[in-house]
């Protein structure tokens, strides 16, 4: 297992403006996962990219994937003040093996 | 619907009052685990399960304790609370989804030992 480093550890924005947070990670990996939590609540996963692609979506929710520079970055188009909410990036390496978190980008938005 | 469940949702108790916290999914997952989360230190893993009679250790096992005598249930016991267990407790269960193995959570349980 290994963890996930988000960047910057927290973010404010105004409503309607772009988010993107960033994750770095140390070793290969079979994918790369983004949740979210609203405060004091559990995780919910949001989205997930393998390792043989470079870019995925999900309605507002954008994620890059660079293997070579062991990075992947999250983009949310058009925030809402609903938005607002740690975000986590978890790398797994391979099978069911556990899901190590970071601290988390902080986001704010700003209504 | 597809949830995992944990009880309570919020506790106080005293140190030294043996304690459990279950957890329960409904999706029929192998993998189960328990995290503690607080503030500064984000997410630790206490113990994970990878199947029925299958545990491990995670990254801050001490004082805990847990067993997975059914594939749906995943307690947390603490036998000996103290002020130190005091957090954020998370269960999550996780299975193969085209080979992503996606992590669902339960709603927390926020512990205080007085």
């Known amino acids: 297992s290994q963890q996930g480093e988000e960047d910057p550890q927290a973010l404010s924005i105004q409503e309607g403006e772009n988010a993107t947070m960033n994750c770095s990670y140390k070793?290969?990996?079979?994918?790369l996962q983004w949740y979210r939590q609203n405060s004091g609540r559990g995780l919910v996963h949001l989205i997930l990219?393998?390792?043989?692609?470079r870019e995925k979506h999900s309605g507002r929710l954008r994620v890059t994937l660079d293997t070579s520079k062991k990075s992947s970055s999250l983009l949310i188009t058009a925030s809402r003040a609903a938005d607002t909410a740690s975000y986590f990036c978890?790398?797994?390496?391979?099978?069911?093996?556990?899901?190590?978190f970071g601290k988390g980008t902080r986001l704010s938005v700003i209504a | 619907e597809a949830q995992v469940t944990q009880n309570p949702r919020y506790l106080i108790t005293v140190t030294g009052k043996k304690l459990t916290v279950t957890c329960s999914q409904n999706?029929?997952?192998?993998?189960m685990s328990w995290y503690r989360q607080d503030p500064g230190l984000g997410l630790r893993q206490i113990y994970y399960?990878?199947?029925?009679?299958?545990?491990d250790k995670g990254d801050v096992p001490e004082g805990y304790k847990v067993s997975r005598k059914e594939k749906r249930n995943f307690p947390l016991i603490l036998e000996s609370p103290s002020p130190n267990q005091t957090s954020l407790y998370f269960c999550?269960?996780?299975?193969?989804?085209?080979?992503?193995?996606?992590?669902?959570f339960g709603a927390g349980t926020r512990l205080s030992v007085l």
């Open positions: 978890a790398p797994r390496n391979s099978g069911n093996t556990p899901l190590v």
């Open positions: 999550a269960s996780s299975s193969s989804t085209s080979g992503g193995y996606i992590q669902y």
């Open positions: 999706m029929n997952h192998e993998y």
């Open positions: 399960s990878m199947n029925v009679e299958v545990t």
């Open positions: 990219i393998r390792s043989n692609e």
């Open positions: 070793t290969s990996i079979n994918n």
